[in-house]
Protein backbone atom coordinates (compact mmCIF):
# COMPACT_ATOMS: atom_id res chain seq x y z
CA UNK A 1 0.00 0.00 0.00
CA UNK A 2 1.53 3.50 -0.83
CA UNK A 3 2.64 5.15 2.51
CA UNK A 4 -0.08 8.68 1.71
CA UNK A 5 -2.58 5.89 1.38
CA UNK A 6 -1.62 4.27 4.51
CA UNK A 7 -1.57 7.05 6.80
CA UNK A 8 -5.05 8.20 5.30
CA UNK A 9 -6.24 4.59 6.87
CA UNK A 10 -4.42 4.94 10.04
CA UNK A 11 -5.95 8.53 10.71
CA UNK A 12 -9.59 6.70 10.21
CA UNK A 13 -9.12 3.84 11.81
CA UNK A 14 -7.82 6.11 14.70
CA UNK A 15 -11.06 8.12 14.07
CA UNK A 16 -13.15 4.98 14.46
CA UNK A 17 -11.83 4.02 17.80
CA UNK A 18 -12.55 7.63 18.73
CA UNK A 19 -16.14 7.70 17.92
CA UNK A 20 -16.47 3.65 19.11
CA UNK A 21 -15.61 5.05 22.07
CA UNK A 22 -18.50 7.93 21.72
CA UNK A 23 -21.20 5.47 20.36
CA UNK A 24 -20.44 2.87 23.64
CA UNK A 25 -20.96 6.36 25.80
CA UNK A 26 -24.40 6.69 24.34
CA UNK A 27 -24.92 2.99 24.56
CA UNK A 28 -24.87 2.60 27.91
CA UNK A 29 -27.10 5.53 28.20
CA UNK A 30 -29.58 4.23 26.05
CA UNK A 31 -29.46 1.10 27.58
CA UNK A 32 -31.19 2.56 30.93
CA UNK A 33 -34.51 1.46 28.67
CA UNK A 34 -33.47 -2.30 28.67
CA UNK A 35 -32.41 -1.96 24.91
CA UNK A 36 -29.36 -2.32 22.59
CA UNK A 37 -28.14 0.35 20.56
CA UNK A 38 -28.87 -2.29 17.46
CA UNK A 39 -31.99 -2.55 18.81
CA UNK A 40 -32.72 1.64 19.10
CA UNK A 41 -31.77 1.43 15.36
CA UNK A 42 -34.42 -1.02 14.32
CA UNK A 43 -37.31 0.90 16.43
CA UNK A 44 -36.23 4.22 14.70
CA UNK A 45 -36.30 2.38 11.32
CA UNK A 46 -39.33 1.32 11.69
CA UNK A 47 -40.95 4.73 13.27
CA UNK A 48 -39.62 6.93 10.37
CA UNK A 49 -40.58 4.40 7.20
CA UNK A 50 -43.78 3.89 5.96
CA UNK A 51 -45.16 0.25 5.84
CA UNK A 52 -41.91 -0.70 6.61
CA UNK A 53 -41.02 -4.47 6.42
CA UNK A 54 -38.53 -6.66 7.57
CA UNK A 55 -36.44 -6.70 4.43
CA UNK A 56 -36.56 -2.75 4.15
CA UNK A 57 -34.63 -3.17 7.61
CA UNK A 58 -32.11 -5.52 6.64
CA UNK A 59 -31.24 -3.59 3.64
CA UNK A 60 -30.76 -0.03 5.24
CA UNK A 61 -29.11 -1.53 8.66
CA UNK A 62 -26.87 -4.34 6.73
CA UNK A 63 -28.66 -6.86 9.26
CA UNK A 64 -28.46 -10.42 9.94
CA UNK A 65 -32.16 -11.58 8.73
CA UNK A 66 -32.03 -13.82 11.78
CA UNK A 67 -30.65 -11.34 14.26
CA UNK A 68 -32.96 -9.21 12.73
CA UNK A 69 -36.03 -11.76 13.36
CA UNK A 70 -35.48 -12.40 17.05
CA UNK A 71 -34.93 -8.32 17.44
CA UNK A 72 -38.89 -7.79 16.05
CA UNK A 73 -40.20 -10.93 18.07
CA UNK A 74 -38.61 -9.68 21.44
CA UNK A 75 -40.06 -5.91 20.22
CA UNK A 76 -43.50 -7.42 20.06
CA UNK A 77 -43.45 -9.46 23.45
CA UNK A 78 -42.47 -6.14 25.03
CA UNK A 79 -45.52 -4.69 23.16
CA UNK A 80 -43.59 -1.89 21.09
CA UNK A 81 -44.34 -3.36 17.64
CA UNK A 82 -47.62 -4.70 16.03
CA UNK A 83 -47.74 -6.45 12.51
CA UNK A 84 -50.23 -6.02 9.30
CA UNK A 85 -50.80 -7.17 6.06
CA UNK A 86 -49.10 -4.82 3.26
CA UNK A 87 -52.13 -2.93 1.73
CA UNK A 88 -50.01 -3.19 -2.02
CA UNK A 89 -48.55 -7.04 -0.85
CA UNK A 90 -50.58 -9.83 0.53
CA UNK A 91 -47.75 -11.88 1.40
CA UNK A 92 -45.71 -8.94 2.91
CA UNK A 93 -46.28 -7.59 6.07
CA UNK A 94 -45.47 -4.40 7.40
CA UNK A 95 -44.23 -3.06 10.83
CA UNK A 96 -45.66 -0.36 13.23
CA UNK A 97 -45.00 0.88 16.42
CA UNK A 98 -47.80 0.64 18.79
CA UNK A 99 -48.88 3.32 21.14
CA UNK A 100 -46.21 2.17 24.11
CA UNK A 101 -43.65 1.45 21.31
CA UNK A 102 -43.75 5.48 19.94
CA UNK A 103 -43.37 6.30 23.85
CA UNK A 104 -40.05 4.31 24.06
CA UNK A 105 -39.57 6.30 20.78
CA UNK A 106 -39.84 9.36 21.94
CA UNK A 107 -38.27 8.91 25.53
CA UNK A 108 -35.12 7.36 23.73
CA UNK A 109 -34.59 10.05 21.01
CA UNK A 110 -35.33 13.01 24.38
CA UNK A 111 -32.25 11.09 26.21
CA UNK A 112 -30.21 10.77 23.24
CA UNK A 113 -30.72 14.48 22.32
CA UNK A 114 -29.61 15.50 25.62
CA UNK A 115 -26.67 13.22 25.63
CA UNK A 116 -25.23 14.43 22.76
CA UNK A 117 -26.18 18.05 23.63
CA UNK A 118 -23.70 17.62 26.78
CA UNK A 119 -21.30 16.75 24.50
CA UNK A 120 -21.21 19.94 22.49
CA UNK A 121 -22.89 21.83 24.99
CA UNK A 122 -18.94 23.11 26.26
CA UNK A 123 -18.00 23.98 22.31
CA UNK A 124 -17.89 27.56 21.28
CA UNK A 125 -20.51 28.34 18.76
CA UNK A 126 -18.32 28.41 15.61
CA UNK A 127 -16.84 24.81 17.14
CA UNK A 128 -20.30 22.99 16.82
CA UNK A 129 -20.96 24.49 13.36
CA UNK A 130 -17.58 23.04 12.16
CA UNK A 131 -18.33 19.86 13.41
CA UNK A 132 -21.82 19.73 11.68
CA UNK A 133 -20.13 20.24 8.52
CA UNK A 134 -17.41 17.79 8.76
CA UNK A 135 -19.75 15.36 9.70
CA UNK A 136 -21.76 16.64 7.10
CA UNK A 137 -19.02 16.23 4.33
CA UNK A 138 -18.00 13.14 5.84
CA UNK A 139 -21.49 11.29 5.19
CA UNK A 140 -21.66 12.96 1.88
CA UNK A 141 -18.60 11.45 0.20
CA UNK A 142 -18.98 8.24 1.43
CA UNK A 143 -22.20 7.78 -0.08
CA UNK A 144 -20.97 9.61 -3.34
CA UNK A 145 -23.72 12.31 -2.81
CA UNK A 146 -26.86 9.61 -3.55
CA UNK A 147 -27.80 10.85 -0.43
CA UNK A 148 -28.29 14.75 -1.24
CA UNK A 149 -31.52 16.50 -2.47
CA UNK A 150 -31.97 19.97 -4.05
CA UNK A 151 -34.38 20.09 -0.50
CA UNK A 152 -30.84 20.03 1.32
CA UNK A 153 -29.88 22.98 0.47
CA UNK A 154 -30.42 26.51 1.26
CA UNK A 155 -29.35 29.63 -0.78
CA UNK A 156 -28.50 32.94 0.95
CA UNK A 157 -27.74 36.12 -0.32
CA UNK A 158 -26.32 37.61 2.70
CA UNK A 159 -22.22 37.81 2.62
CA UNK A 160 -20.87 36.59 5.51
CA UNK A 161 -17.06 37.08 7.12
CA UNK A 162 -14.73 34.56 5.49
CA UNK A 163 -17.09 34.02 2.52
CA UNK A 164 -15.01 35.38 -0.23
CA UNK A 165 -11.93 33.88 1.11
CA UNK A 166 -13.87 30.44 1.04
CA UNK A 167 -15.17 30.78 -2.26
CA UNK A 168 -11.56 31.69 -3.53
CA UNK A 169 -9.74 28.97 -2.08
CA UNK A 170 -12.84 26.35 -3.82
CA UNK A 171 -11.89 27.86 -7.21
CA UNK A 172 -8.63 27.68 -6.23
CA UNK A 173 -8.31 23.77 -5.55
CA UNK A 174 -11.36 22.45 -8.05
CA UNK A 175 -10.09 24.22 -10.98
CA UNK A 176 -6.69 22.81 -10.50
CA UNK A 177 -7.81 19.19 -9.80
CA UNK A 178 -10.64 19.55 -12.45
CA UNK A 179 -8.96 21.30 -15.32
CA UNK A 180 -5.12 21.93 -13.93
CA UNK A 181 -5.45 25.62 -13.64
CA UNK A 182 -2.20 27.36 -12.03
CA UNK A 183 -2.39 29.39 -9.05
CA UNK A 184 -2.52 32.66 -10.98
CA UNK A 185 -5.97 31.69 -11.68
CA UNK A 186 -6.55 31.78 -7.97
CA UNK A 187 -5.09 34.98 -7.67
CA UNK A 188 -7.34 36.37 -10.37
CA UNK A 189 -10.49 35.26 -8.49
CA UNK A 190 -8.95 36.64 -5.02
CA UNK A 191 -8.56 40.03 -7.06
CA UNK A 192 -12.04 39.99 -8.42
CA UNK A 193 -13.05 39.90 -5.20
CA UNK A 194 -11.11 42.21 -3.64
CA UNK A 195 -12.96 44.75 -5.88
CA UNK A 196 -16.44 43.33 -5.43
CA UNK A 197 -16.17 43.93 -1.40
CA UNK A 198 -14.28 47.08 -1.77
CA UNK A 199 -17.22 48.57 -4.21
CA UNK A 200 -20.28 46.41 -3.38
CA UNK A 201 -23.79 47.85 -3.92
CA UNK A 202 -26.75 45.35 -2.68
CA UNK A 203 -28.86 47.50 -5.11
CA UNK A 204 -26.77 46.57 -8.42
CA UNK A 205 -24.68 43.48 -7.15
CA UNK A 206 -25.33 40.20 -5.19
CA UNK A 207 -23.75 37.05 -3.71
CA UNK A 208 -25.49 34.07 -3.95
CA UNK A 209 -24.51 31.39 -1.09
CA UNK A 210 -25.52 27.52 -1.74
CA UNK A 211 -24.92 25.74 1.84
CA UNK A 212 -25.45 22.27 2.93
CA UNK A 213 -25.82 22.28 6.95
CA UNK A 214 -24.02 25.31 6.75
CA UNK A 215 -20.80 24.50 4.41
CA UNK A 216 -20.75 26.41 1.25
CA UNK A 217 -20.97 23.73 -1.86
CA UNK A 218 -21.87 26.46 -4.35
CA UNK A 219 -22.40 30.41 -5.68
CA UNK A 220 -22.79 32.74 -8.23
CA UNK A 221 -22.62 36.41 -8.20
CA UNK A 222 -23.44 39.06 -10.16
CA UNK A 223 -21.29 42.72 -10.58
CA UNK A 224 -23.26 45.88 -11.74
CA UNK A 225 -21.49 47.65 -15.16
CA UNK A 226 -23.19 50.67 -15.75
CA UNK A 227 -26.18 49.20 -18.18
CA UNK A 228 -24.40 45.41 -18.23
CA UNK A 229 -24.16 43.02 -15.65
CA UNK A 230 -21.31 40.68 -15.44
CA UNK A 231 -22.06 36.98 -14.08
CA UNK A 232 -19.26 35.72 -11.73
CA UNK A 233 -18.17 32.83 -9.51
CA UNK A 234 -20.29 30.08 -10.75
CA UNK A 235 -19.29 26.80 -9.33
CA UNK A 236 -20.40 24.13 -7.11
CA UNK A 237 -18.64 21.00 -5.79
CA UNK A 238 -18.79 17.94 -7.84
CA UNK A 239 -20.78 16.04 -4.88
CA UNK A 240 -23.80 18.51 -5.39
CA UNK A 241 -24.03 18.59 -9.23
CA UNK A 242 -26.95 17.03 -10.90
CA UNK A 243 -29.48 17.52 -8.65
CA UNK A 244 -30.95 21.06 -10.49
CA UNK A 245 -28.40 23.65 -7.93
CA UNK A 246 -26.85 24.92 -11.30
CA UNK A 247 -30.22 25.67 -12.88
CA UNK A 248 -31.35 27.14 -10.12
CA UNK A 249 -28.54 29.74 -8.89
CA UNK A 250 -28.63 30.85 -12.53
CA UNK A 251 -32.17 31.69 -12.62
CA UNK A 252 -31.42 33.47 -9.25
CA UNK A 253 -28.43 35.57 -11.19
CA UNK A 254 -30.55 36.34 -14.24
CA UNK A 255 -33.79 37.36 -12.75
CA UNK A 256 -32.11 39.27 -9.99
CA UNK A 257 -30.26 41.17 -13.18
CA UNK A 258 -33.82 41.88 -14.49
CA UNK A 259 -34.89 43.15 -12.16
CA UNK A 260 -32.63 45.88 -11.70
CA UNK A 261 -33.09 46.92 -15.08
CA UNK A 262 -29.43 45.56 -16.95
CA UNK A 263 -30.02 46.05 -20.39
CA UNK A 264 -28.00 42.53 -21.01
CA UNK A 265 -25.15 40.14 -19.17
CA UNK A 266 -22.29 38.99 -19.73
CA UNK A 267 -19.81 36.49 -18.55
CA UNK A 268 -16.18 35.13 -19.00
CA UNK A 269 -15.35 31.31 -19.18
CA UNK A 270 -13.44 28.68 -21.17
CA UNK A 271 -13.20 26.09 -23.83
CA UNK A 272 -13.11 23.12 -21.82
CA UNK A 273 -16.02 23.88 -19.36
CA UNK A 274 -18.35 21.91 -21.72
CA UNK A 275 -21.29 21.61 -19.42
CA UNK A 276 -21.68 25.08 -18.11
CA UNK A 277 -21.53 26.67 -21.30
CA UNK A 278 -24.45 24.23 -22.29
CA UNK A 279 -26.27 25.40 -19.35
CA UNK A 280 -25.37 28.84 -21.00
CA UNK A 281 -26.26 28.48 -24.21
CA UNK A 282 -29.91 26.83 -23.05
CA UNK A 283 -30.54 30.08 -20.82
CA UNK A 284 -29.67 32.00 -23.80
CA UNK A 285 -26.09 33.28 -23.87
CA UNK A 286 -24.17 33.60 -27.31
CA UNK A 287 -20.63 33.65 -27.96
CA UNK A 288 -19.51 37.42 -28.40
CA UNK A 289 -15.41 36.99 -27.93
CA UNK A 290 -12.32 34.84 -27.22
CA UNK A 291 -8.90 35.20 -26.78
CA UNK A 292 -6.20 32.62 -25.44
CA UNK A 293 -4.92 33.03 -22.13
CA UNK A 294 -1.86 30.85 -21.37
CA UNK A 295 -1.25 32.34 -18.15
CA UNK A 296 -3.86 29.79 -15.82
CA UNK A 297 -2.68 26.72 -18.32
CA UNK A 298 -0.95 26.73 -21.74
CA UNK A 299 -3.16 26.40 -25.07
CA UNK A 300 -6.07 27.30 -23.10
CA UNK A 301 -8.95 29.60 -24.62
CA UNK A 302 -10.99 32.55 -22.87
CA UNK A 303 -14.54 32.99 -24.08
CA UNK A 304 -17.15 35.89 -23.60
CA UNK A 305 -20.55 35.01 -23.88
CA UNK A 306 -23.52 37.49 -23.65
CA UNK A 307 -26.98 38.22 -23.46
CA UNK A 308 -29.66 40.97 -24.06
CA UNK A 309 -31.63 40.04 -21.20
CA UNK A 310 -34.96 41.04 -22.89
CA UNK A 311 -33.96 38.44 -25.54
CA UNK A 312 -32.77 36.28 -23.15
CA UNK A 313 -36.06 35.93 -20.74
CA UNK A 314 -38.37 34.93 -23.81
CA UNK A 315 -35.35 32.25 -24.94
CA UNK A 316 -35.20 30.76 -21.85
CA UNK A 317 -38.23 28.01 -22.40
CA UNK A 318 -36.20 25.37 -19.96
CA UNK A 319 -34.56 27.55 -16.88
CA UNK A 320 -37.93 27.38 -15.26
CA UNK A 321 -37.73 23.90 -14.29
CA UNK A 322 -35.13 24.02 -11.87
Not at 36 to 41: G, I, N, P, Q, Y
Not at 243 to 267: D, H, P, V
Not at 291 to 311: F, V
Request: aromatic share 8%; glycine share 8%; hydrophobic share 35%.
Amino acid sequence: MLQKMQNQVSVIRKFNRYYTNILGLLDQHILASGLSLSEVRVLHEVDRTPNCTSKMLSDVLCMDAGYLSRILKRFESMGLLRKEPSPEDGRAVCLHLTERGKEEMNMLNGRSDEQIAGMIRPLSDTYREELVKSMTVVESILTDGKEISDADISIRMEIKPGDAGYITYMHGRLYREEYNYTTAFEAYVAESFFEFLLHYNPQKDRLWCAEHNGKIIGCIGIVGREKRAQLRWFLIEPLYRGIGLGKKLLNRALEFAGERGYESIYLDTTADLEKAIGLYQRAGFVKTGEKPNNLWREGLMELELSMDLGAGRANRPGMEEA
